[in-house]
């Protein structure tokens, strides 16, 4: 983890506009300033300043509340810092996913302590963060203001108070805000603040506690305080028993920290990240919706639930996968609604967009996308979860055989890859790979009884078919390397994935080969490009990061394990000062692009993390 960073604000009603602007850009923080808090149903993004700048109720893919992340003018935030200038660092408080920060001005210094609350008993059907101020030494001025934009800012809150206490609502949804010892509240136009003065071993709290199409609960000091503990408790408890030895032991922590907290907990489904529109290409279109659950990050997920002996979550995510792929057997969608529903399409806001970034959108086309290698996630998932935890039921074993004759179908189609392009379809080499990994572990799976093989013959010589269409038609002699596409001349980071799936030997020609290709064409520095080619849309984007962990795996798998610790130490150290990562990378000044945080990007972290400590296994 790099040296901890410090920046100064200055804030008050004299110094706010200054402030924003010695931190942030139009308004806007950057990425990497935010760090996310959750409860298992939906999740906030706290910048350094203390401003809540994203939270969706009641749910993940619900309409947000708060998005001055994507429209600082109209968007909708809760801030809470110091009304005077201050210096911020923070952390988690140690093994949960409870934020703490810590506000250093001439006058005092004063801890904030950050979470979405878990109740001791289980959910609840309330939504409830909390915010608790300690003074830590001297006497400090502190300002907050909570604004709330129900629908991604479309509806005004209808202003009210009930028992003294401030509440915001819109249709079916409303918030309160009871707040104990943090000032008198007022609602100045559409915002509810307060000015209060904390001093050393004074507290305050100030909540936020939601209801959609439920009566809304008001709740007292002792209960919210209460809940917060029972919070970190909860996040301590469940970290105890997912410890990793190693050089990295603290960024895997962390990221399956992150991994947990992106989890549904109502349907064990999982997002790619909490967040939509972050830009991949700062004032450009690559604006996408990431809160919804991918096969592909489904399949990684339940594979390192595995390896972390959550048994529980990879249980409830697994049976998720089969129910929402049975809704649409044999064809497999790219991606499903949290509820396992298919996704919504896609469509855009009337939102300003981070930094001028537009569109902002809701909902992803990729859903209608063909992209064949998420039958390879699914049958992978399979067999992983046969191996390691229970076999399976006969009536899982019939549809999963139905899918691997609709491979033995399609796999000969061109699709639009793993990166979702948007141009036209290509003979993509991942695509191939995946499909092969398909009906292997079909075949596997029906020699253990678990999936009928009655087609079994007819699975190995589509399997072979998709060998020889590999071999032949997506290698390079020219660049001594496995190609992007067939008969193409560029290659793709999604073909570090061929070793992790176990296509081809990780010691042999091919494989390294194409591992020297990708350094040598896609890497910059510590950062790997998905590829170089044009994809059907405008602008440029940064380095994908989990492109860049995956290299670290296949160096593991490859034996090359000098190699892969000496990029792993780089990688891990770009983490932002709370261990977290977004999807991509500015590789000239190390900005964070895309959606935030990114599940994939933690999950390749934990794979290349344990890729290298088997490798360091082996050579002992």
Request: charged share 25%; net charge negative.
């Amino acid at each position: 983890m790099r040296p901890e960073r410090r920046m100064v604000y200055a804030f008050g009603w004299f110094w706010s506009c200054i402030g924003r602007y010695l931190m942030r850009t139009n308004g806007y923080a950057p990425i990497e300033d935010y760090a996310v808090i959750g409860d298992g149903r939906t999740a906030a993004l706290v910048a350094r300043d203390g401003s809540i700048d994203w939270l969706c109720l009641p749910n993940l893919d619900s309409p947000s509340v708060c998005a001055n992340a994507l429209d600082a003018t109209r968007g909708g935030a809760f801030e809470l810092c110091p009304d005077t200038a201050f210096t911020s660092t923070r952390r988690y408080v140690p093994h949960t996913n409870v934020l703490e920060t810590t506000f250093e001005t001439d006058r005092g210094r004063v801890r904030v302590v950050d979470a979405l609350t878990i109740p001791n008993g289980g959910l609840a059907p309330m939504r409830e963060l909390a915010r608790s101020i300690e003074g830590l030494s001297g006497s400090v001025p502190m300002r907050w203001r909570f604004a709330p934009r129900f629908d991604y800012g479309r509806r005004q809150p209808r202003r009210e108070w009930r028992d003294s206490v401030p509440v915001a609502s819109a249709g079916s949804e409303a918030i309160a805000v009871p707040s104990w010892n943090a000032g008198t509240p007022s609602w100045q136009g559409d915002a509810v603040e307060s000015h209060f003065e904390i001093s050393a071993g004074a507290h305050a709290l100030i909540a936020l506690s939601s209801a959609f199409t439920e009566p809304l609960v008001l709740p007292g000091l002792r209960a919210v305080s209460s809940r917060l503990q029972d919070t970190i408790r909860f996040w301590e408890r469940w970290s105890s028993d997912r410890r990793h030895e190693g050089p990295w032991a603290e960024a895997v922590a962390r990221s399956a920290l992150v991994l947990k907290l992106l989890i549904f907990a109502p349907s064990g489904a999982s997002v790619a990240a909490p967040t939509t529109s972050l830009p991949e290409d700062i004032g450009g279109v690559r604006n996408w919706d990431y809160r919804y659950c991918w096969i592909r990050d489904a399949n990684f997920l339940i594979d390192t639930m595995l390896e972390f002996g959550c048994v529980y979550e990879a249980k409830s995510l697994f049976w998720w996968f089969l129910h929402a792929t049975a809704l649409t057997k044999p064809e497999v969608h790219v991606l499903y609604r949290l509820d396992g529903g298919i996704g919504p399409p896609e469509r855009s806001l009337p939102l300003a967009g981070y930094r001028g970034s537009r569109p902002v959108r809701v909902g992803n086309a990729a859903v209608d996308q063909a992209q064949h290698d998420v039958y390879g996630d699914l049958l992978q998932t399979a067999w992983l979860f046969s191996e390691r935890h229970q076999h399976l039921d006969r009536e899982t074993g019939a549809v999963l055989g139905s899918i691997a004759d609709y491979v033995c179908e399609l796999w000969r189609l061109p699709d639009r890859g793993i990166w979702e392009v948007r141009s036209a379809p290509l003979q993509f080499t991942h695509s191939k790979v995946m499909c092969w990994v398909a009906l292997d572990r079909a075949i596997r799976l029906s020699e253990r009884g678990e999936v009928p093989a009655r087609h079994a013959d007819r699975w190995r010589r589509e399997s072979a078919a998709i060998h020889d269409f590999i071999e032949g038609q997506c290698w390079s002699d020219t660049m001594g390397s496995y190609t992007r596409s067939a008969g193409s001349g560029d290659v793709d980071a999604g073909l570090l994935v061929l070793p992790i799936v176990g296509y081809g030997d990780p010691h042999g020609r091919r494989i390294k080969g194409t591992i020297d290709a990708v350094n040598r064409l896609l890497r910059e520095g510590e950062f790997v490009f998905r590829y170089r080619s044009t994809d059907g849309l405008p602008g440029a984007e940064g380095c994908f990061l989990n492109c860049s962990f995956w290299l670290v795996s296949a160096l593991a798998r490859a034996g090359r394990l000098d190699e892969a610790a000496v990029l792993m130490d780089r990688l891990v150290a770009r983490a932002n000062d709370v261990g977290l990562f977004a999807e991509e990378i500015d590789p000239e000044s190390g900005a964070f692009l895309g959606n935030f945080p990114q599940a994939l990007v933690h999950l390749a972290l934990i794979d290349a993390a344990m890729a290298c400590a088997r490798a360091a296994a082996v050579t002992g």
